[in-house]
């Protein structure tokens, strides 16, 4: 009898910051990126050995947020 491989799959749908009503704020801001995901979310992951992948909408992929998302270890 053999052991079963488990594994614990995490995708993360990243996106513009939005106002209270879900619309794209003005100005546009990434403060989910910038201190969500940078300073709370990635650690997190490091913290407990999670690999995360990083699903970054067209918005995100500006220079600022790639700059953060290549600085980041293991996603």
């Given at each position: 009898?053999t052991a079963?491989?488990k594994?614990?799959?995490v995708?993360?749908d990243?996106?513009i910051d939005?106002?209270?009503?879900?619309?794209?704020?003005t100005?546009t801001t990434?403060s989910g990126?910038?201190h969500?995901?940078?300073e709370?979310l990635h650690?997190?992951f490091?913290?407990?050995?999670?690999?995360?992948t990083y699903?970054l909408?067209?918005?995100?992929?500006?220079?600022?947020?790639?700059k953060i998302?290549?600085?980041?270890?293991?996603?």
């Amino acid at each position: 009898m053999t052991a079963l491989s488990k594994y614990f799959i995490v995708s993360v749908d990243v996106e513009i910051d939005k106002s209270p009503n879900w619309s794209t704020a003005t100005p546009t801001t990434f403060s989910g990126v910038k201190h969500g995901i940078k300073e709370i979310l990635h650690p997190l992951f490091m913290k407990y050995g999670v690999r995360p992948t990083y699903l970054l909408s067209p918005e995100v992929i500006s220079l600022e947020c790639c700059k953060i998302f290549l600085e980041l270890n293991n996603c």
